[in-house]
């Protein structure tokens, strides 16, 4: 056996385990901060997440078969291991934010060559951790406590992240937090040598300094940053545990993206929102409760309050946050003419599906204005199920308007959609069809723009005429929205999307793939 460190005490052995706990957290929170990350500046969360964790993972494996080629002081590279890991896993939003905003072309290399150089130093903790213990412990007693901690360090970070990290962190000064537990791991580590030596002294202090300056300028660092991936000035950001919120402006231009999608422009979002509320309301014989599921900006909501019939309006948006800028900042309280502080609207804070699963509401019109499928996640927000759970929360007379993505960028995703919705009700005891009208916009900061419109009886779409204020929309427009062009006409083979076969996504990957090369 190799000896490590001669008459480690008891107390030593238990700081020792204690550290497994705390370095396991790092290494899981350094994988979720990777795949947020990325899901962020490169789309397709499922995709990133799943690229993160098995690049991680592999590797981890790769280090821990590393480690058996360390024989000589292995608290001290035990020590050396850490200072670095706080340092990578530390500064590695920044430097992620850094790559994306200056080389973006570049990002993808750099992104996972540092998450394997990560997920390689972790990989060395254990095994040495181990080997170090065992010199006081038996064999067997060492592995089960290290193992034990390191599974129970993995479940603490991943509560941590979601719960603390994100909402009163955000990405990059969270980073920075657990890169100064793995120095803190790597301080208690130095205490146990006889003589730590001037150069492991002198990286503890200069990698505590670099991870304390970089949690007190990363805000405004990322920031920075994050200016060079947009047009325009940006005047709010916050990364919540749904997404990440960016509010830009230049003069009188507001817009909002989450994860870098834009949401609305202020110019021109009164063409999508009147576009997607003013045919639904003029259809609907007595509109008085209504749904709206998404739309936390409020602005679906200003739309539907023009309507003197309308008594309740339901909004369920899954993020507090939006909503919250919705009801507060003077910006949106402006752009919705304070919607959602009306005493006719009630905000829950929910997952749209989930809402519908649990309600015992009927209602004349349910409005969905949700994200775009551009995930297998939000997809089911587009699903045969979901569809099915609207029809069930409408009342006789009940109509329902979706948003559906572009009819030119992607045509089979928008035809994917309607078809999804006409059979929806396939086997229902009670509804027999589902009666669809498609049609569409141009929006300048979208592009063409399409809406679906379904209801349980058929719609006569020349007897629609806007009956109250508007912006956009006139008789003659609203009518001419239903008509399509010949080169957005729908292919005869599109499936229709359900929650375990998500085929609107691959749809919507491949429709905007070919104009965002």
């Known amino acids: 056996m190799i000896k490590t460190q001669q008459g480690i005490s008891r107390g030593g052995r238990i700081l020792l385990l204690c550290s497994v706990f705390v370095v396991a957290a790092c290494g899981l929170v350094y994988e979720l901060v990777a795949g947020a990350v990325s899901s962020y500046l490169m789309g397709d969360a499922v995709t990133q997440f799943s690229l993160v964790i098995g690049v991680f993972l592999c590797a981890m494996g790769a280090g821990s078969f590393l480690a058996k080629f360390i024989t000589r002081e292995l608290l001290k590279i035990f020590i050396e291991i850490e200072i670095w890991i706080a340092l990578l896993g530390g500064c590695s939003s920044i430097a992620m934010f850094a790559m994306s905003a200056f080389a973006d072309a570049l990002f993808p290399i750099f992104f996972y060559s540092l998450c394997a150089l990560l997920g390689i130093l972790i990989g060395i903790e254990i095994p040495l951790l181990i080997r170090i213990l065992q010199e006081n412990q038996d064999f067997s007693e060492s592995v089960s406590h290290v193992l034990a901690l390191d599974y129970a360090g993995a479940l603490a970070g991943s509560f941590a992240f979601p719960l603390l990290a994100l909402p009163f962190l955000g990405l ?12 803190a791991v790597a301080g208690g580590g130095a205490r146990l040598l006889s003589g730590p030596g001037r150069g492991v002294i002198i990286r503890l202090i200069l990698t505590g300094v670099l ?13 920075f940053m994050e200016d060079m991936l947009y047009q325009d000035s940006i005047v709010y950001t916050k990364t919540t545990r749904y997404q990440r919120i960016v509010l830009t402006r230049w003069r009188d231009d507001i817009r909002l993206y989450l994860n870098g999608h834009i949401q609305f422009c202020s110019i021109d979002e009164a063409r999508y929102h009147e576009a997607l509320v003013i045919p639904v309301m003029e259809a609907s014989p007595n509109p008085q409760n209504i749904l709206i599921l998404g739309g936390g900006d409020g602005m679906a909501a200003r739309e539907v309050l023009k309507y003197d019939t309308v008594k309740h309006v339901v909004l369920a948006d899954i993020d507090p946050a939006i909503t919250e800028l919705a009801r507060n900042r003077p910006e949106f309280v402006a752009m919705n003419k304070g919607a959602l502080n009306s005493p006719k609207v009630s905000v829950v804070n929910t997952d749209a599906m989930k809402f519908l699963e649990n309600t015992r509401g009927f209602f004349d019109v349910i409005i969905t204005d949700l994200p775009d499928p551009n995930s297998e996640s939000l997809s089911k927000l587009y699903s045969k199920s979901f569809y099915a759970l609207c029809v069930r929360c409408l009342s006789q007379e009940g109509l329902l308007v979706t948003q559906a993505t572009s009819p030119f960028f992607a045509p089979d995703a928008f035809w994917c959609i309607v078809k999804t919705i006409r059979e929806s009700v396939s086997g229902h005891p009670i509804v027999s069809e589902i009666f669809t009208a498609p049609y569409h916009v141009n929006v300048p900061s979208f592009g063409e723009w399409g809406f679906v419109l379904a209801g349980k009886r058929k719609i006569i779409l020349k007897t629609l005429s806007p009956s109250v204020p508007t912006r956009f929309l006139n008789s003659e427009t609203l009518y001419a929205m239903f008509s399509f062009s010949r080169d957005m006409q729908p292919s005869e083979d599109i499936q ?3 929650m375990d076969h998500p085929v609107l996504y691959n749809y919507y990957k491949s429709g905007w793939k070919k104009f965002n090369k």
């Open 496 to 498: 229709i999307n359900r």
């Open 211 to 223: 991870l304390f300056s970089a949690l007190f300028f990363s805000t405004r660092l990322v920031g």
């Open 172 to 183: 990059s000064r969270a980073s920075v937090v657990f890169g100064l537990l793995n120095l």
